[in-house]
């Protein structure tokens, strides 16, 4: 076989090397033809190569899911660390590896990023993965429901606001997961009621309401609009005909109630109940739906298409979560903080719904969603989080690691210098408060590290030490970044002799960052070197 490169580069040693040998019937997964039974490969080095070259011919690097051990992911898991260590950069992993569980698929390997990214990125195309970041005006509303309003604009000019309930991220995502889960059950033979109010719909458009006419429900009542949600769903359909004001049949009240009056358990529209507590026994617009669920049933049985749910596989659907700890966990989760536990998911056997306040749904969490958090523990220690939540996910702690840095750049060694500095914070501060390791990861120069120090280490140590110069002159190991400022003493004789003022208190400022000590290599290696450090000062 002739060379193989990629980016002109031979990558034969990035296969991972195989400890014990091969047989042939195992070696047809990878592709080979194989020419004898009942013999084995003994040179690894060839049969490596041909892994690469099998590899290489699909076009990208892949990790054959037999060879990676993925443990059982939890359903609830939080990535907590301080700043710069990957959390968020590492939950496309954690969702990949989810996915990789319940899907028999392939993932690009670790150092083929760009790849994984697209693998990512077709997932929440596919709306298996959603992303939110909470804050501090994030709420129930935009996590679970809400209510919006919309304007519609039926007659001439006139406006009407109405309210329309939305659901918000986490719903969403639990309604498609529910659905899959529903669909994979042995034997499910449910009917579709999506699809088909869908298919009635566009029914009713194309054949009437686009050519102008209205569909005709019973006793000149027609339907003469089929009104759309702000995501442009259909949502309800807009009575005519006789009804001059403007009445609607919402599509969730059908949903509610149509397999009833297949079941023969709606039989006059009396028996249509209210959405809300009423004093009526019967819903306002009950005698119209009532003639809706007739035509919905004699269009369902003229089709010549099945309207029953196809039985699919059991998807993962994932939640991902960033700085979950920035908001109201409480008041953003609300009563879910108890559906999300394991046991009281949607097909577990203390499985629970509640019903929810402002659609007055009964909702449940499937047990195929998984919920991945990020937490920056500078910003908030996880001893301070809801003790609701810390019950209920596992967490998984990322500090910074050295070892992905370089030991070179420009003479700078970055694995020292950043070990130097989180030991110093580490002492004067706690472990939560250290500097990531991807402040620095790029870094290949000493252009670079200079506007990482003036532009995000400097300003991450004065919020660290609010700024007591002194502790953050300390932390650089006195390098010259920070320098002690002796002000002219005329302007504070009257001061320092006040009784409650320390006179002896010594001022520091940042050395300007157009002084030429930024673009020395001395200065960052003083931060891990005494001998750099005492040769520099001597300099001085």
Not at 17 to 41: C, H
Not at 495 to 509: H, P, W
Request: include cysteine; glycine fraction near 4%.
């Amino acid at each position: 076989m002739k060379e193989i490169k990629e980016d002109g580069k031979f990558i034969i040693n990035k296969i991972q090397k195989l400890e014990k040998t091969i047989s042939l019937n195992d070696a047809r997964e990878y592709g080979f033809k194989v020419p004898q039974r009942n013999q084995n490969f003994y040179n690894m080095f060839v049969l490596n190569y041909l892994l690469l070259a099998n590899n290489l011919i699909k076009g990208k690097k892949m990790i054959i899911d037999d060879e990676v051990n993925i443990k059982n992911p939890p359903l609830n898991q939080i990535l907590y660390g301080p700043p710069g260590t990957g959390k968020t950069y590492h939950t496309i992993d954690k969702a990949l590896e989810i996915i990789l569980k319940e899907e028999k698929i392939q993932i690009p390997s670790e150092d083929d990023r760009v790849n994984r990214k697209k693998l990512f990125d077709e997932y929440i195309k596919n709306g298996q993965i959603v992303f939110t970041t909470f804050h501090q005006s994030y709420g129930y509303e935009e996590f679970v429901e809400g209510i919006k309003p919309v304007m519609d604009s039926e007659q001439g000019n006139s406006k009407e606001v109405e309210y329309e309930i939305k659901d918000g991220v986490f719903k969403e995502l639990c309604k498609k997961a529910n659905k899959n889960y529903l669909s994979s059950n042995e034997n499910n033979n449910e009917l579709d009621l999506d699809k088909l109010i869908f298919e009635f719909a566009n029914y009713i458009n194309q054949n009437f309401i686009n050519k102008g006419d209205e569909f005709p429900l019973e006793n000149r009542v027609n339907i003469k609009e089929i009104l759309l949600n702000s995501k442009g769903e259909y949502r309800s359909f807009l009575l005519g005909g006789s009804i001059k004001s403007p009445q609607r049949l919402t599509i969730d009240i059908i949903k509610r109630d149509y397999l009833n009056f297949k079941e023969n358990k709606i039989l006059d529209y009396k028996d249509i109940k209210p959405k809300y507590e009423s004093q009526s026994d019967y819903h306002g617009n009950a005698i119209y739906y009532f003639m809706f669920y007739k035509k919905l049933k004699e269009f369902e049985n003229t089709q010549n298409v099945s309207f029953k749910n196809i039985n699919e596989k059991l998807k993962p659907y994932i939640i991902i979560i960033d700085e979950i700890n920035r908001g109201n966990v409480s008041k953003i989760f609300g009563e879910l903080i108890t559906l999300i536990e394991p046991s009281k998911r949607i097909g577990e056997s203390e499985e629970l719904k509640i019903t929810l306040p402002y659609s007055g749904e009964k909702f449940g969490v499937p047990k195929n969603v998984y919920i991945i958090g990020t937490m920056n523990t500078a910003d908030r220690s996880i001893t301070s989080l809801d003790t609701a939540l810390r019950r209920r996910f596992e967490f998984v702690e990322m500090m910074p690691d050295v070892s992905k840095l370089s030991i070179d750049c420009e003479g700078v060694n970055l694995q020292e210098l950043l070990k130097a500095i989180n030991t110093r914070i580490e002492y004067l501060l706690d472990r939560e408060k250290t500097i990531g390791h991807a402040f620095f990861i790029s870094i290949d120069s000493l252009e670079k590290l200079k506007n990482v120090f003036q532009n995000k280490i400097i300003p991450l140590l004065q919020e660290y030490f609010y700024n007591n110069y002194a502790l953050i002159d300390a932390v650089l190991n006195n390098n010259g970044m920070i320098f002690e400022d002796k002000k002219d003493n005329k302007y504070l004789q009257k001061i320092k002799n006040l009784d409650n003022v320390d006179n002896e208190k010594n001022i520091y400022n940042i050395t300007s960052f157009n002084d030429e000590i930024w673009d020395k290599p001395e200065t960052y290696q003083a931060i891990y070197d005494d001998e750099k450090n005492k040769t520099k000062n001597d300099e001085q």
